[in-house]
């Protein structure tokens, strides 16, 4: 496994903006030259929720698209009016779900709803407990849609922290049948310690992400990260 070096793709590196290393052999860091406006917006504190709202989803809709990049990776010849362009098109036999870890991950199945318009969705409602330190958090409920068995999963949550979330997802997607080489994790911030473990247990899980931060600190919270997700996106700070 070749360890992936994430070299900050926001301002210039300096002791705010460290360089951050992690080891993932299929994470992906978004290309978009307007990341660092955007998370400018979003990690601010004073950001209200009406704009929270709005800049991430600007934000999470940059992401989706380098996500949903990897599915277009067919070569084909496209007519142009004037001629013919080698292009790329999504395979019709590779279509895509979408897994919402409810309920921060609710924010980025809105941007890949408003990009794939009628896309089936997965809804599993996952929580972690900020009361305690247990690590392992909890699985309340999960409804899949029909015939999802050979699609591939866009599993959607804006935060990776422990990576507690996302694994207990990849678990039960891995009991419907979904191989890891057909999920894509689509993530807004993540870090060091989510990414490293989600290298190790399940390397074939793609992860497409907006930016690594340095570290989490002693209550499981991304720094300098934004807070809480959920809570600035729906308001419930
Ligand atoms: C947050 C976030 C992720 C999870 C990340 O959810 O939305 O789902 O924590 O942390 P992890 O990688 O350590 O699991 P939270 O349980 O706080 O609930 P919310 O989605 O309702 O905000
Ligand atoms: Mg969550």
Not at 65 to 84: H, R, S, W
Not at 103 to 130: C, F, N, T, Y
Not at 178 to 192: A, D, T
């Amino acid at each position: 496994m070749s360890p992936n070096v994430a070299e900050s793709n926001g301002p210039p590196s300096d002791s705010r903006n460290p360089v951050v290393k992690f080891e993932h052999p299929n994470c992906q860091l978004c290309t978009s030259k307007n990341l660092p406006y955007l998370f400018s917006k979003i990690r601010h504190v004073e950001t209200v929720p009406k704009d929270f709202e709005f800049y991430s989803l600007r934000l999470m809709k940059l992401i989706a698209e380098d996500a949903l990049a990897l599915m277009a990776d067919k070569e084909v010849d496209i007519p142009t009016p004037c001629g013919t362009w080698r292009g790329v098109a999504a395979d019709p036999e590779n279509e895509a779900f979408a897994v919402s870890i409810v309920r921060a991950g609710d924010s980025m199945l809105q941007a890949v709803r408003e990009l794939v318009p009628g896309i089936p969705v997965a809804k599993i409602l996952i929580q972690r407990d900020e009361t305690t330190k247990e690590k392992t958090p909890i699985l309340y409920y999960k409804k899949w849609p029909k015939n999802v068995a050979n699609k591939t999963a866009l599993i959607c949550d804006p935060m990776l922290a422990t990576g507690g979330s996302v694994i207990m997802a990849i678990k039960s997607l891995l009991e419907i049948g979904i191989p890891e080489e057909k999920m894509i994790f689509v993530n807004v911030i993540s870090c060091p310690e989510g990414l490293n473990r989600l290298g190790r247990e399940y390397p074939n899980v793609k992860v497409v992400t907006g930016m690594v931060d340095p570290m989490l600190n002693s209550d499981r919270f991304i720094v300098p990260g934004l807070g809480d997700y959920g809570d600035r996106f729906f308001g419930t700070v």
